[in-house]
């Protein structure tokens, strides 16, 4: 099944599009991007996503988005953006506050890691290894939250629908990243990694259009 999409409001993140920071292309435009209107990006040294059972512990940039918006790649690759799609209705969530919590974050640095020459995983490459049950902590506005991770999913870049966005009855961390083969064009797939507030105690299907697992 095709994912489902919305309307034309947003268009792909350019991460899954490229490999990372320096390279990024951007999808072919459904809507004209507007630069000014989405404020500035706002980061705090106490927002954070941790997931100890990957190593994965990185500063979250928070990327406000407007309707007809692209959603802009992380500023780095070390950071995770999280979308606030306060200013579009149906979409998006924020920590403690419900909804869908919307991150991104690079899966390749070309840059360079520290001593790691490039190319080596930026901030979410560890997502790849993350499996249901593991424990995803927010560090946000001073509170801490936490999930479980309770599918793993992936679906071809071409297929890739704005209803992952969706504002949903129940909080929950949609986590993404450029996954699959990785070519001139980019990267073949999406990984899309879902948590709820913990505890959980059962695995949950793959939203409608996408596949279960790594690609």
Not at 150 to 167: H, K, M
Not at 172 to 180: D, K, L, R, Y
């Amino acid at each position: 099944m095709r994912a489902v999409f919305l309307p034309a409001l947003l268009l792909v993140t350019t991460i899954f599009i490229a490999a990372c920071g320096g390279g990024d292309k951007n999808a072919a435009p459904t809507s004209t991007p507007d630069e000014a209107s989405a404020g500035p990006r706002t980061t705090s040294a106490a927002d954070s996503i941790v997931i100890s059972n990957v190593a994965i512990d990185a500063p979250l940039t928070v990327e406000p988005l407007t309707v007809g918006e692209a959603l802009p790649s992380p500023q780095g690759n070390d950071d995770v953006a999280l979308y606030d799609f306060s200013a579009v209705p149906g979409l998006g969530g924020l920590p403690g506050s419900g909804g869908n919590v919307v991150l991104s974050g690079r899966s390749i640095s070309d840059t360079g890691c520290g001593a790691q020459p490039a190319p080596c995983p930026a901030a979410f490459g560890p997502l790849l290894k993350v499996a249901a049950g593991d424990p995803v902590v927010i560090n946000w506005q001073g509170q801490e939250y936490t999930y479980q991770v309770v599918s793993v999913c992936n679906v071809a870049v071409a297929e890739f629908g704005d209803g992952l966005y969706r504002r949903t009855a129940e909080e929950q961390v949609t986590m993404m990243t450029g996954a699959g083969l990785l070519g001139p064009a980019g990267f073949s797939h999406v990984l899309i990694v879902i948590a709820k507030p913990a505890p959980r105690t059962a695995l949950e299907s793959c939203p409608e259009g996408t596949l279960e697992g790594v690609p």
